[in-house]
């Protein structure tokens, strides 16, 4: 799975990519500080069923601490897109392109209003109008390479498909395609659609294929109620309210070793572990108010509503022992795989192993200790084992 990080300049993307991935994107506070697109891993949460099933797991595709499943996710963050980056400004089409095969975009917005849509300084600047720009930015690139092959794939009597292998780029599937022609009321049959009908579709589009979570960020710094606002403008848009910079500072202090962080404490989420200068200290005791009156930083919190809240997938946990919970090294439940929400059992068995697939037999509810069939739809948290005539599930 992966996940873009876009925005105008200057929102605190690489503070957030950063921050995320606990390593160090250059920031600074100037447009473009993102001149190469960074590619990163974080992780998103889900419970581990180790506590339901009273095991210890052995993780080798994850992590688990304290009985929470930490599952990888790559992110890549690319520069500050402006208006009229379609048209090659800014940074233009090379970091559109980056894009084109994540599955969900994060939306990193300056909740404070302190920049504006090119990253300049400003005051009272609103946000919505950064979501507003970078839908339209994206939409028009979508366009443009639907118009330079309208031609070709007004010949085509399958609309639809002809569609789906002209934007192959961005992984789309026909229904996708046919949804967003749909919801326009369009005709996909020798598609001979104007401007104005590509523009349309694209925009429906790139609401099914690239869904985008606003990370509100700098909500530290930002007026009280300018979150309520800005959800409220954005209705129909996930907006979750955060500040990187202190996710950023927290773990750099925890990974130094100032600091122990438990941002499930409602109280005192912060403990001081070595003697600090006073300065440090009321930074430290600044970011654990940010966390007591926040639940959090908001980072994290963002990156699980991408997985599960909007793209909704489910952890599944395939074993090949449904005893003992293992694979045939003995590992506990070694790994777990993100799903599409409805994917059923046989959809688990390919993502295993094409063989596995071609050969499946039935699958079994660890659990439950009941056997399966092979259009069983898989739920969240699932352990299951395959059973195959073929190699071993």
Known sequence: MIFGLVGSPNKG???????ATHTGAEIADYPFTTIKPNMGVSYIARPCPEVELGVKCKPRNSLCRNGIRQ??????????????AHLGKG???QFLNDLVEA??????VDLSGQTDLAGNPASGFDPSEEVKMVKEELASWISEIISR????ISKRDDGVRALTEVLSGFKPTENQVSTAAERCSLPTYRI???A????????RFLELNKPIIVAANKLDKSKPGALAELKKKLAGITVIGCSAAVELAIRKAEQSGVIEYNANLASDPIKILKEVSQEQKIAIEYMSRYVSEHGGTGVHEILDMAAFGVLHEIAVYPVEDENKFTDHFGNVLPDVFLMPSGATALELAGKIHTDIAANMLYAID????IRLQKNYMLKDNDVIKIVSAGKKG
């Open 196 to 203: 104005d009908a590509i523009k349309a579709f694209s925009r």
């Open 103 to 108: 599955d969900l975009l994060i939306q990193v």
């Open 13 to 19: 993307k690489s503070t957030f990519f950063s921050a």
């Open 192 to 194: 001979t659609w104007d």
């Open 366 to 369: 660890a659990k439950k200790k």
């Open 149 to 152: 092959h309208i031609n070709k």
């Open 91 to 93: 940074m233009g089409n």
């Open 71 to 84: 599952i990888p996710v790559k992110i890549v963050d690319v520069a500050g897109l402006v208006p009229g």
